[in-house]
């Protein structure tokens, strides 16, 4: 009976989390919407009112569909609900149409699909083991997993401010790992088939699954020292995993293949002609790159040893443009991030093969998969950095190793989302929302680890500290001087390339404990 109190107490502080953070969600819906509103309501009135065959074709908005089959249907699903707040909104040639009940329907359909996120979020509270045992509930890793994840500010500020539809894409990769821990190997698969198919920013984590599940499923047995036994291969589970991964991509990419528009639809899935950063350059490798080529320019420039009127003049004023010329350094070309990516993310993929340690290796690779991505990756959105935040956090609650990582990467990365909301009455929202996310992840995972040694050193806590200064100066000093006519890009650059280094910094500190944590349990099996 003592048992049953405790679950259902367990239920009920769940419950009013994500009753909590829903409600918060509601109150968020008069705030700033970006052009991201616009794209999904054009594609309702898309999927609403042309046939499957002109999807991929329809261009009357510049926002055409660049989501896979199953994200189309889904906007088809929503569109039969949106006729009944406003038929308006489906008409393919109300460019930024919005009216009460548009704005209402669209922030509303966000909160709604969030229910398989948080219904995702329990089933990973379930996988995290609670060998402490905390008297107080506040103190026990189930609660602050939950609270990292459904009060995640970069989720909130992303999907409920900014607007997109993250939250049940999430819900699904998350649904997909605790699937994965608990062993249902299928349905993990399963799950992230789907999961591609809906939005294919995930093949970023898909070297992860791929390893997990064939070293895992399709070898059933290890050698008493923890490598391969070779001959417990089952091809019965590598048929049963193949045959998902066809039938997920026939139900989406069948009726396309058909109609002779698979050569179309993966053109606008995978549109190259984009320049190297995103229009705010994401907090990355690439974004340290073109900061130490203008850097350099300029010292080349004051040193006379470069030709001014050889010098594009848009690669000094015009800041954060797509297309950007390097001047000294090498430009770069979507080949070459790619083979930067692939060399990045091949040393995880091997640990995770050859020294498993069950679930957990397995989100550390999946980590560590998403992070090189964004380090490296082409046209990378600054967004994507939460497909390495979620993750980790459950990481975050097991080991105060990884607990120290992820506040660098949480602090950094969720500050480098800030100029996404660039508009001053979301300034406090922002801030607060900010402060109150970091410090209950701070004060929640040091009481977690109390009795083990400082998360963070003491450089890494003056590094977090200055975001502060850096955002004053960025929202409050820098409006006020003459420097903001000639160049206003200035504040994204600072923010990028301080964030960047975080991010970098993070990336190396879990690269290396992955690495050297290997090595002693190899001497431990010998």
């Not at 109300?94 to 699909?113: E, K």
């Not at 120290?404 to 500050?415: A, E, Q, R, S, V």
Request: proline share 5%; glycine share 4%.
């Amino acid at each position: 009976s003592a048992r049953r109190v405790m679950a259902a107490g367990g239920r009920s502080w769940f419950r009013a989390l994500a009753l909590g953070v829903s409600f918060l969600k509601c109150l968020l819906i008069p705030a700033y919407y970006s052009t991201d509103f616009e794209v999904h309501r054009n594609w309702l009135a898309i999927t609403h009112n042309l046939p499957l065959s002109q999807w991929y074709y329809e261009a009357t908005s510049e926002w055409t569909l660049d989501y896979p089959p199953f994200f189309a249907w889904f906007e088809y699903a929503l569109s039969h609900v949106a006729k009944y707040f406003d038929p308006k909104m489906l008409v393919i040639e109300n460019l930024n149409y919005t009216s009460r009940a548009t704005i209402l329907f669209q922030r509303f359909s966000v909160i709604f699909t969030d229910i398989l996120f948080i219904y995702a979020v329990r089933e990973c509270c379930r996988c995290v083991n609670g060998k402490r045992a905390a008297k107080d509930i506040l103190e026990k890793p189930t609660f602050i997993l939950a609270v990292l994840l459904l009060w995640n500010f970069g989720l909130l500020i992303v999907d409920h401010i900014h607007f997109q539809y993250n939250g049940f894409l999430f819900g699904l990769m998350l649904l997909s790992v605790a699937r994965l821990c608990q062993k249902r190997y299928l349905e993990g698969a399963l799950l992230f088939a789907v999961l591609l198919h809906f939005k294919h920013i995930y093949m970023y984590v898909a070297p992860a699954y791929g390893i997990y599940l064939l070293r895992s499923y399709c070898f059933t047995a290890n050698n008493a020292d923890g490598s391969l036994k070779w001959r417990s291969f089952s091809l019965l589970h590598v048929t049963l995993l193949g045959l998902i991964v066809c039938l997920v991509s026939a139900l989406s990419l069948g009726p396309f293949i058909v109609l002779g528009q698979l050569p179309q639809v993966l053109s606008r899935l995978f549109p190259f002609k984009r320049g190297l950063c995103h229009a705010y350059w994401a907090p990355n490798f690439w974004a340290l790159y073109n900061a130490m080529d203008k850097a350099l320019t300029i010292f080349g420039l004051k040193c006379n040893f470069l030709d001014p009127t050889k010098i594009p003049k848009a690669s000094m004023t015009g800041g954060l443009v797509q297309e950007f010329q390097h001047t000294i350094l090498p430009s770069v070309t979507p080949l070459a991030t790619l083979i930067c990516t692939f060399i990045s993310i091949l040393p995880s993929v091997f640990c995770l093969w050859f020294k498993p340690q069950g679930p957990r290796g397995f989100l550390q690779c999946l980590v560590l998969c998403a992070l090189s991505s964004f380090m490296f990756g082409w046209h990378v959105h600054e967004k994507a950095i939460l497909l390495a935040i979620l993750p980790l956090s459950l990481l975050s609650v097991q080991r105060a190793k990884d607990a120290g990582i992820y506040l660098i990467l949480t602090t950094t990365g969720h500050f480098s989302l800030f100029p996404l909301l660039f508009t001053s009455p979301e300034l406090p929202i922002k801030i607060l929302l900010m402060l109150l996310f970091t410090v209950y992840s701070f004060s929640s995972l040091k009481s977690l680890f109390r009795r083990e040694r400082p998360l963070l050193t003491w450089l890494e806590t003056l590094y977090l500290v200055q975001l502060v200064p850096l955002e004053i100066f960025c929202e409050i000093i820098f409006p006020l001087t003459s420097w903001k006519q000639h160049f206003p890009f200035v504040p994204l650059l600072l923010t990028s390339v301080y964030c960047a280094l975080g991010v970098t910094y993070a990336w190396l500190k879990l690269y290396i404990s992955v690495l050297t944590e290997r090595s002693s349990v190899r001497q431990k099996a010998e």
